[in-house]
């Protein structure tokens, strides 16, 4: 990258909550503001500070006029700050982050805030003027207006398309919640976990979706969900979720004055668009681009978090990027997690800055598909501040 580097100073999320559960009464301006809120607290930074503030989100039906400028104001950031929301679907909060990328190009801009938000529980059904009934989640989030398919059909095209097997399939999703589990266990998503208060003296604490007790066989006994005989189950692709995440970005100018040192740096990053009925294969071409964008070698790359919207996808990306097993997705993914359409993307990015911290790796990957037909991804060094 020519320009100036960006660095991130710190990177949170909430817990993912499952659709209609302990986050569902939660409204999901308060789910971003105490993410936010966290974020200043723990980064070392003042609201005063936040130059502009991003949010992204895929389905704002029912969020309420200006939402970002709600979550702000509730987190303190001064009434002059400019917020505004972004929505590219699973992209919208990692294309929140690269907005603050191209901020900070030539202007005056030190240190901004990009947050994701969506709540699968609070999407409203809506009536047509003709009297139809939908719902806002379906129609905004899981459905490509292009084609008039749902995502998980097109990813069943693909799938047969790059002969992904419904075996590979569950055995890849088996491994998400049990690295997730395990990942739990060990403490290992504490550092970027906000707890999020859910009643009188309740908290959140830990993401709802990781499943200690699943097994292939009952994921092999689910039928297709998408396709009579196709390979796409309820186990092997991601669920819609609740969640909320945060990315403090700063200059290298103001890295230089902070004393915190940053998570991580940005070296590379590419945003890919394909034909919207192909947008499962675009991660693969994504990363290349990102990498090249780096400087790096793929096979130097340490760690590559990519979105799991379904199994087949994240498999197909592996396929044709060689990625070893050991290097993808280390603590889970959306499989286990749960999938909070807007943050999806951001989420990956919060949790890579942490793998690459807690692990003493140096050179990470981010990528999420969004429909449409797309990808993005971003590359992290971590530190990256001599």
């Avoid at 590219?88 to 801009?109: D, E, K, M, P, Y």
């Avoid at 993307?345 to 999420?368: A, M």
Wanted: proline share 5%; charged share 20%; glycine share 10%.
């Amino acid at each position: 990258m020519e320009h100036a580097p960006v660095y991130i100073l710190e990177s949170l999320r909430s817990p993912v909550g499952k659709m209609f559960k302990s986050l569902k009464t939660v409204l999901p301006e308060d789910l971003a503001s105490s993410v936010l809120r966290a974020g200043f607290k723990q980064g070392g930074v003042a609201p005063e500070e936040i130059q502009e503030v991003v949010v992204g989100n895929a389905v704002s039906a029912g969020l309420g006029q200006n939402f970002p400028r709600a979550i702000a104001l509730a987190a303190g950031v001064p009434v002059n700050v400019p917020a505004y929301s972004v929505g590219n679907v699973c992209a919208s909060g990692l294309q929140a982050f690269l907005n603050i990328i191209h901020a900070f190009r030539g202007s005056s801009t030190h240190l901004s805030a990009a947050v994701a938000v969506e709540s699968a529980s609070y999407n409203p059904e809506f009536v047509t003027l003709a009297g139809e009934r939908l719902s806002s989640l379906h129609v905004d989030g899981l459905q490509c207006s292009m084609t008039g398919r749902v995502m998980g059909d097109l990813c069943e095209d693909m799938a047969r398309a790059h002969k992904i097997s419904r075996e590979a399939q569950d055995q890849y999703a088996f491994m998400s919640h049990t690295r997730a589990v395990s990942a739990q266990r060990r403490g290992a998503f504490d550092r970027e976990l906000v707890p999020i208060p859910i009643g009188e003296n309740k908290t959140l604490s830990q993401d709802e979706g990781p499943r200690p007790s699943i097994s292939l066989e009952r994921l092999s006994h689910l039928p297709p969900v998408f396709q009579p005989e196709g390979t796409i189950t309820a186990g092997n692709a991601s669920a819609p979720a609740d969640g909320a995440c945060v990315v403090l970005a700063a200059s290298e100018d103001y890295i230089k004055r902070s004393p915190r040192r940053p998570l991580a740096a940005v070296r590379g990053y590419a945003s890919v668009y394909v034909q919207p009925r192909e947008v499962f294969g675009a991660a693969g071409e994504a990363v290349r681009q990102c990498g090249r964008q780096c400087g790096w070698r793929l096979e130097e790359v340490d760690a590559f978090e990519i979105c799991e919207a379904f199994a087949a996808a994240t498999l197909t990306a592996q396929a044709q990027l060689g990625i070893p097993d050991e290097r993808l997705n280390m603590n889970g993914g959306d499989i286990a997690l749960g999938h909070p359409l807007g943050a999806a993307g951001l989420r990956c990015l919060v949790t890579l800055t942490h793998v690459l911290e807690q692990r003493q790796l140096k050179k990470g990957i981010v990528c999420v598909c969004f429909g449409g037909g797309g990808a993005i991804a971003l590359g992290l060094e971590r530190g990256g501040f001599a």
